[in-house]
């Protein structure tokens, strides 16, 4: 969904130019570690970074490891950045860019991890092609993992998670951990503000479901 444009972020957002990237994303290709006070800890890339309360709050359970989240819309990546400046966080930035193009600017086995968050399910069978978990995006990722890297997946819908598993299992990825019910284990968990908000409003939106994967050999399938 699409929010409203609000002109005055196009100025505002630039008050957190520490921890956003707006242009020129094919010149971090194959460096974006070096954008870190540390380079030599683990990247993780969030696909779809919302208003950032993921990416702020495992920056700052992980210092162990930098962040990076993709968004692209502005009008929402301006509160994430706005989160990761308030809190100070070192080792977390925000991009605006449409991860269709992720291999124009993320270098092969680049990447230690991905995140995918409550992306949109594209209910519909003629738009399974635009959903995350989609063969061709896992090709993707697995291109630009390292070896050992890994995908964590959550959402609440059963459709796309059911698609997802088979997309998984089909392309050759090793499942870790899957989790029917996540809010109902002991699995440390960062929320979204969407996973909050709902888990909070309705018992019904309890089942959140997760998956943990390793990548594969892209060299390969199955």
């Not at 010149?27 to 970074?49: C, I, S, V």
């Not at 399910?121 to 291109?143: E, G, I, M, N, S």
């Amino acid at each position: 969904m699409r929010l409203r444009r609000k002109p005055w972020i196009d100025e505002a957002i630039h008050e957190y130019d520490s921890h956003v990237i707006l242009e020129n994303h094919e010149a971090h290709k194959g460096k974006w570690r070096e954008m870190f006070e540390d380079p030599t800890k683990p990247l993780y890339f969030e696909l779809g970074t919302g208003k950032g309360r993921f990416i702020a709050g495992m920056a700052e359970t992980h210092p162990e490891a930098n962040f990076v989240g993709f968004e692209v819309q502005l009008g929402v990546l301006y509160y994430a950045a706005q989160k990761i400046f308030e809190r100070n966080l070192p080792n977390a930035k925000v991009s605006l860019f449409d991860i269709a193009g992720i291999e124009d600017v993320v270098a092969p086995e680049e990447i230690d991890r991905f995140y995918i968050n409550f992306c949109d399910p594209w209910p519909k069978a003629r738009h399974a092609k635009r959903r995350l978990t989609y063969r061709t995006f896992l090709d993707r990722y697995a291109r630009l993992l390292k070896p050992q890297g890994e995908i964590h997946f959550k959402t609440d819908n059963e459709g796309l998670f059911l698609f997802s598993l088979e997309e998984f299992k089909e392309c050759g990825w090793t499942l870790k951990n899957v989790t029917y019910d996540l809010h109902s284990t002991d699995t440390p968990n960062v929320m979204t503000e969407y996973e909050e908000k709902f888990s909070k409003k309705d018992s019904r939106f309890s089942a959140w479901k997760q998956l943990n994967l390793r990548r594969r050999n892209y060299g390969a399938k199955g």
